[in-house]
């Protein structure tokens, strides 16, 4: 179990960056999600629309298609300027070209996350040279929940100390 002293998981900025990171979305490019509503692609994108966040969902085999709301995009270059954040659900090895694309076509892009199981160095070298935020190995869906308390209400002992019942 890591305490106060041991260092954060790979990827993962400390819960109050990740506060700051998950209040600020606004728009989020969901690349990789899949119209089954039992993927997890699917749950955490929907999710994130029920926080308020507009979802641009991103799959090339879907796109033209409908899903919360939007039209699904074939690629991260298709979506609207407004994305500010691109959650990825890739393989690791296909995260540089993605993350490449959205910067070279997301003017207000912020932040770039993989979700869990999904790394790349090459992105979060990119990502640190211009200067946006990167979390790697994590999924916003359980960093929202754990953060804002939601997961207390299941019984998990999140280690944040509120006074909201």
């Known amino acids: 179990m890591r305490g106060p002293t041991m260092p954060p998981l790979s990827g993962a900025p400390d819960d109050e ?30 999710y994130l629309g029920l926080k308020g966040m507009r979802v641009i969902p991103v799959n090339p085999g879907l796109a033209g298609q409908t899903l919360f709301g939007e039209e699904v995009r074939a690629t991260v270059a298709d979506c609207p300027p407004e994305v500010d954040t691109i959650d990825v659900f890739r393989r690791s090895d296909h995260v540089p070209p993605i993350v490449e694309e959205a910067v070279a076509h997301l003017p207000n892009l912020r932040t770039v996350w993989l979700q869990i199981g999904v790394e790349s160095e090459a992105a979060r070298a990119l990502c640190a040279e211009r200067g ?24 998990f002992n999140t280690g944040v100390i509120s006074s909201r019942l």
Do not use: H, W
Request: glycine share 10%.
């Open 17 to 46: 960056t990740l506060r700051r990171i998950l209040r600020g979305i606004k728009t989020v490019a969901v690349v990789g999600v899949s119209a089954n509503p039992v993927r997890p692609s699917y749950f955490v994108a929907r």
């Open 132 to 155: 946006l935020d990167f979390v790697q190995n994590r999924c916003p869906k359980i960093e929202f929940q754990r953060l804002f308390g939601e997961l207390r209400m299941g019984g």
